[in-house]
């Protein structure tokens, strides 16, 4: 990383700290931080831009349309305009803007049209955030910001939702399990990504078992 790119990341990292300082828990500057963490590692084991895998992890959640109305052009814009700031190469600016635009699931069922080495490692460490025992804290953490049922046991989990059907959801959180969390392990882009996710499956299962369990105990 040149003295330029690594002060570019710690005007970055002042940013998203301050950005994400009134959101909600489950996106907050830890959220970034262990996202950003993973991505490094991950990004050591592919070829791929270092500076591009480290801004698109800082930025990717600075302005999540869940909290803002649905929108989904805030994030990337305020990006492109922190970016342009810090005199960030156009090209690049391009690059990390694309990523935080393509990096979220919302239902999975729609068609992807960007792709690079780094979404794939960014969007894998975003993905593992969202598995295991971190996942599952967060998971809740967001079912109880928007008031959520934990789960009802006659409603059942909706595997074919459109975008639109995923984003006005308000199902209880354990569907989510259902509709994102385990399908997440066969979409991970990476080998590393993949191994990693793994481990972190097989944990949300036994939670899940366990919970029916003791619904019905
Ligand atoms: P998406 O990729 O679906 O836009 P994010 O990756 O921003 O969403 O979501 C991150 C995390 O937010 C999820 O892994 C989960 O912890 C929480 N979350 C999002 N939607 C829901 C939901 N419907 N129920 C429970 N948690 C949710
Ligand atoms: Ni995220």
């Not at 991970?188 to 499956?201: S, V, Y």
Request: glycine share 6%.
């Amino acid at each position: 990383m040149s003295l330029e790119e690594q002060r570019v990341l710690d005007a970055c990292v002042d940013f998203v700290k301050q950005e994400l300082e009134d959101g909600e828990k489950g996106h907050d500057w830890w959220h970034i931080q262990r996202v950003w963490h993973t991505a490094r590692m991950i990004a050591a084991t592919e070829p791929s831009d270092p500076f591009v895998v480290e801004l698109a992890s800082l930025l990717h959640d600075i302005a999540d349309s869940k909290f803002h109305g649905g929108d989904e052009e805030i994030g990337p814009k305020k990006a492109e305009i922190f970016l342009k700031s810090m005199n960030v190469q156009p090209a690049i600016i391009k690059h990390v803007v694309n990523i935080i635009r393509h990096i979220s699931f919302k239902g999975g069922n729609h068609k992807c049209d960007f792709d690079s080495p780094e979404l794939q490692v960014v969007q894998d460490a975003d993905r593992l955030d969202a598995l295991g025992a971190i996942g599952i804290a967060r998971a809740f953490h967001y079912g109880g910001f928007n008031n959520r049922l934990l789960y009802h046991p006659d409603i059942q989990p909706n595997m074919k939702m459109t975008k639109e059907e995923y984003k006005k959801s308000n199902a209880p959180t354990i569907n989510h399990f259902y509709e994102k969390l385990l399908l997440l392990k066969d979409r991970m882009n990476t080998p590393t990504g993949k191994a990693l996710a793994e481990r972190r499956h097989t944990f949300m299962e036994q939670f899940l078992t366990e919970f029916h369990n003791e619904w019905w105990e």
